[in-house]
């Protein structure tokens, strides 16, 4: 749980309340229009550090969406593992490829690695991405692993103050597996398709508005 | 001297004066307990032992290394919190297990790195980083509750067995039970149909099942994607699954009331309805005995 005089992570420009610090929320919504856009934009911060888990956008790719989110790609804050099949680490960038999303063990290691080395750097507060889990599920055999995943990426935001977000598609999996992915998370934002554009609503965190709201996601 | 509530972590380096010096990073922590040891095995034969909270190793074990160690110590604790901590730069780290063994990661070396370890460690184990299921939101208020519901002390699973075994009868299944879901297992204080005892929870369809509202049931259990993998469901011939939360007055779902079937079948409304009713039996029961047990110290809740 987050310390009270601990300021909350705000999402300028978004419909989406400030958050207490230590929240992880899963970002469902389909994966072309709107989502991985919207998982950038909750990532976007002028100051605190930014860990991108990336099974989808290799390192580049990944900083061309930071850029079109408005966030300027800075490496003593910023990290991204690249676990896509042909991803390569750029050590200028902290890009540090993994290999394939299959391997939850190097995920987890380099992300340990990465959150260790931005409090070492003195960054106190960071927000960590995961994109996306949809991509991961197909690799793993066995759900069990991915709950350790998910409770680790979690447990870290948690017990350091920090905001996650974690992508899924929800029309790729079943329902009751949705049901029990959204447990270590502390909330739902939902994004779905409504016209031209999208919209988002909370699900599960009090105090925050559970309508849907119009979002516009940067182009 | 082991406090009670302490957290038992095994120190394993094969350098005795790294786990020297490993042990002593613990040992400064007031809430922490370190075991050193020198090999993978001799961790193995710890856990197997007793109650251990955390493993913390060095990558280069005799004969292996962390990665299989972390590995074979779930195959025995699943949800033991894992922390690889090592000279070893991250980059030439070897790996001989599979590529699912999801494990913390920290250099020893820095200034800061006792004070990140007790941190991580505290950390891995309070908040449950490795545990390989979802769990409520109010797991540590449940778990009181569970001690607070300890049949062993209550004296009721004759009650239990008895109204198991008409539960069974009522439905035609093979097995009716009642389990309550502690921290690391899953215990059945009454089981009639089969002989369990106690199950992982992350082997457990119950784990699944206290997460949600009241009643859940599962036709087809292997046809279920979160336990389609469980080979420990398919051993124990677990086809079908309906089970009743069973919910403290205060709120806390301890454990279910199961009916198990050995093939897929289904439950119409009024068979749902009677399983929420026998639930709403074993509670009463449970907090019945509760309360007498309070006796001995006072008088009845309410009196």
New interface residues.
């Given amino acids: 749980m987050g310390q009270t005089a601990s300021p909350r992570y705000d999402f300028e420009g978004l419909p989406l309340d400030p958050v207490e610090p230590g929240t992880s929320l899963l970002v469902t919504g389909p994966s072309i229009g709107g989502t991985r856009e919207l998982c950038m934009e909750l990532l976007r911060s002028e100051r605190e550090g930014v860990l991108l888990l990336s099974a989808d956008l290799g390192g580049g790719e990944a900083i061309e969406a930071f850029e079109r989110a408005g966030v300027q790609f800075d490496p003593s804050r910023m990290g991204i593992l690249d676990a896509t099949q042909h991803g390569e680490t750029d050590a200028d960038r902290n890009v540090c490829a993994i290999g394939t999303p299959a391997d939850l063990t190097g995920m987890g290691m380099h992300y340990a690695r990465l959150y260790e080395e931005l409090h070492g750097a003195g960054v106190e507060r960071v927000r960590t991405g995961l994109y996306t889990l949809t991509t991961i599920l197909p690799y793993v055999d066995d759900i069990k692993p991915v709950y350790r995943f998910l409770h680790t990426l979690t447990g870290r935001v948690t017990s350091a103050d920090g905001f996650g977000v974690c992508a899924l598609d929800p029309r790729t999996q079943d329902e009751r597996v949705l049901g029990s992915l959204t447990q270590p998370f502390d909330g739902r934002v939902e994004l779905r398709r409504e016209g031209d554009g999208c919209e988002i609503r909370v699900r599960g965190l009090s105090g925050h508005h559970d309508d849907w709201r119009g979002y516009e996601p940067p182009t | 001297m082991t406090d009670a509530g302490d957290l038992t972590v095994v120190c394993v380096d094969p350098d005795a004066t790294e786990r020297s010096a490993t042990t002593t990073v613990i040992e400064a922590a007031a809430d922490m307990d370190a075991v050193p040891v020198e090999s993978g095995e001799a961790a193995l034969t710890q856990i197997e032992s007793g109650d251990v909270d955390c493993l913390v190793a060095e990558h280069d074990l005799p004969n292996h290394t962390c ?1 299989e160690l972390f590995e074979r110590a779930r195959a025995h604790e ?1 949800g033991l919190g894992c922390v ?1 901590y090592t000279d070893a730069s ?1 980059t030439d ?1 070897g ?1 001989d ?11 020893k070396g ?1 200034p ?1 790195s006792p004070d ?1 370890l007790r ?1 991580l460690v505290r ?2 184990v ?12 109010d797991e540590d208020a449940r778990l009181e509750a569970v001690r607070e519901y300890d049949v062993r002390a209550l004296s009721t699973v004759e009650t239990f067995d008895r109204l198991t075994r008409l539960i069974a009868s009522h439905y035609d299944i093979a097995v009716a039970f009642v389990g309550l879901i502690d921290e690391r297992d899953e215990e059945f204080i009454a089981c009639h149909g089969a002989d369990w005892g106690t199950l992982a929870r ?1 082997d457990s369809v119950c784990t ?1 099942a206290i ?1 949600e509202d009241d009643l859940t049931v599962i036709e087809h259990v292997q046809d ?3 336990f389609e ?2 080979e420990t469901l398919r051993e124990l011939d677990v086809r079908s699954y309906a089970g009743a939360n069973l919910t403290t007055p205060e709120g806390h779902t301890v454990g279910q009331l199961c009916l198990i079937h050995d093939e897929p079948r289904s439950y119409t409304d009024d068979e749902l309805a009677d399983l929420r009713l026998f639930a709403d039996e074993v509670v009463e029961q449970l907090e019945l005995r509760r309360r007498l047990g309070d006796r001995t110290d006072g008088p009845l809740v309410g009196e």
């Avoid at chain 2, 297990?97 to 250099?107: I, K, N, R, T």
């Avoid at chain 2, 490795?130 to 409520?136: D, K, N, R, W």
């Fill in positions: 990665f699943p690889l991250i780290l790996r297990a599979g590529s699912e063994v999801v494990a913390e990661y920290l250099p820095t800061e990140r941190n950390n891995v309070v908040n449950r980083f490795h545990v390989g299921y979802p769990v409520p939101a992350e699944y997460l279920d994607p979160r993998a469980n």
